[in-house]
């Protein structure tokens, strides 16, 4: 018994994390946190790394406190993991040109 409501929260945590039953939850909420295609993002992740290249705390300062103080905890943590995945994308394009540039 117990073993099966442990499945249960688990498998519940994971559809939370794979979006599968957001829209369930939350019927009316839609949420574009940031395009795939977002260059105004990656100039401000560019614009940070030519200032200093190892930041401490990146993601805080591409983050949107506003946006982020209107969030429930599930929104939070959508954001927070499209802003990291973004943010590493947009790192990697970065290095990749500087390395360009350079040869």
Avoid at 68 to 90: D, G, V
């Amino acid at each position: 018994m117990r073993n099966d409501i442990l499945k249960i929260m688990a498998n519940r945590a994971k559809n939370r994390l794979l979006n599968k039953s957001l829209k369930d939850t939350y019927p009316n909420v839609s949420i574009k946190i940031i395009s795939n295609n977002d260059d105004k993002f990656y100039n401000k992740v560019k614009e940070m790394l030519n200032k200093n290249k190892n930041v401490t705390n990146p993601i805080k300062l591409l983050m949107d406190e506003n946006k982020l103080i209107k969030m429930n905890s599930l929104q939070r943590e959508k954001y927070l993991f499209e802003t990291i995945s973004k943010y590493i994308s947009a790192r990697e394009r970065f290095f990749k040109e500087e390395l360009n540039r350079i040869y």
